[in-house]
T-cell receptor, first 119, second 116 residues
Framework: GAVVSQHPSRVICKSGTSVKIECRSL??????MFWYRQFPKQSLMLMAT?????????EQGVEKDKFLINHASLTLSTLTVTSAHPEDSSFYIC???????????????FGDGTRLSIL | AQKVTQAQTEISVVEKEDVTLDCVYE???????LFWYKQPPSGELVFLIR??????QNEISGRYSWNFQKSTSSFNFTITASQVVDSAVYFC?????????????FGTGTLLAVQP
């Protein structure tokens, strides 16, 4: 079945550091991937839609200069948290589904998530 | 506006009991998908089911069953003979349209604790 790999699974770093998270579709291509954020004991909130070869679409209230998204190939999207601060500490999770001709009729498959802790 | 409501924040049952997790959704779309995902303590999301808005048939998969009622905008999930391994947070989600690569709108989740 479709597999999405997310790396790293856990990051602990100092305030002010930039952190890059990778999301890869291992056995399928995806022109669109999604990035979600989950605070402890809360729901998943969509941050942005990553579009291959074009700019990401950000949800209202999400700072695009803070959360840089790059989708340079059909199997890889990256989320970079720039100059991270303690309030950015959260669980970040990506999703993707197989896409053909810009169309997907399959459920989203999720990566295992990245737990980011900023000290 | 699209919205998913899971009114039950936490449920605790004893092993072998049946338990139903409620999900109510709001959408103005005539076509949409509904989902259930399981999130164990390790954090990954496990896909359980997808139902499109045209298919109101109830579905059973082993100990799991789902009751989709468009009239009440509900998509409830029942676990029969619960087991300790069922302990997790369960999310109901809505995808606003069928036939496109689309984002998911999640409910707030229900934490299910199954006691031995």
């Amino acid at each position: 079945g479709a597999v999405v790999s997310q790396h790293p699974s856990r990051v602990i770093c100092k305030s002010g550091t930039s952190v890059k998270i990778e999301c890869r579709s291992l056995d399928f291509q995806a022109t669109t991937m999604f990035w979600y954020r989950q605070f402890p004991k809360q729901s998943l909130m969509l941050m942005a839609t990553s579009n291959e070869g074009s700019k990401a679409t950000y949800e209202q209230g999400v700072e695009k200069d803070k959360f840089l998204i790059n989708h340079a190939s059909l199997t890889l999207s990256t989320l970079t948290v720039t100059s991270a601060h303690p309030e950015d500490s959260s669980f970040y999770i990506c999703s993707a589904s197989p896409t053909a001709y810009g169309y997907s009729n399959q459920p989203q498959h999720f990566g295992d998530g990245t737990r980011l802790s900023i000290l | 506006a699209q919205k998913v409501t899971q009114a039950q924040t936490e449920i605790s049952v004893v092993e072998k009991e049946d338990v139903t997790l409620d999900c109510v959704y709001e959408t103005r779309d005539t076509t949409y998908y509904l989902f259930w995902y399981k999130q164990p303590p390790s954090g990954e999301l496990v896909f359980l089911i997808r139902r499109n808005s045209f298919d109101e048939q109830n579905e059973i998969s082993g100990r799991y069953s789902w009751n989709f009622q468009k009239s009440t905008s509900s998509f409830n999930f029942t676990i029969t003979a619960s087991q300790v391994v069922d302990s997790a947070v369960y999310f109901c989600a809505l995808s606003p349209s069928v036939g496109a690569t689309n984002k998911l709108i999640f409910g707030t989740g229900t934490l299910l604790a199954v006691q031995p």
